[in-house]
């Protein structure tokens, strides 16, 4: 590929955001989309050596908000409870998404 064809991760993060958005939420993934995820990731770190450190930071970035807006969901909860009862919920959420999220960022 020229240089012009190979991806870029400005152009290609915006197409696996809305994926990994719905990864760390529990939605539904249609296959295709897990797979172009796997594909993207691929492409990316085969052409742009620097794109696993990119692909990194913006990981790092968006998990960091999923917990920052699942804490506040947690705080929510004046009664002891309550809290409590959501703190499990969100545990289980991002103890389940810890088995899926990283499937197509491995080697």
């Not at 870029?8 to 990864?23: A, D």
């Not at 947690?74 to 919920?89: G, M, N």
Request: neutral net charge; proline residues 7%; glycine residues 0%.
């Amino acid at each position: 590929l020229n240089p012009d064809q190979q991806p870029r991760f400005q152009k290609t993060w915006p197409h696996m955001r809305p994926t990994i958005h719905k990864l760390l939420w529990q939605e539904s993934v249609p296959r295709a989309e897990w797979q172009e995820l796997f594909w993207l990731v691929h492409n990316l770190c085969a052409w742009d050596e620097k794109s696993p450190n990119k692909i990194f930071a913006a990981l790092r970035e968006d998990i960091l908000v999923f917990i920052n807006q699942a804490q506040e969901r947690v705080l929510s909860h004046q009664e002891d409870q309550a809290l409590l009862k959501a703190y499990i919920v969100e545990w289980r959420k991002f103890f389940t998404q810890c088995s899926y999220l990283p499937m197509p960022f491995g080697q």
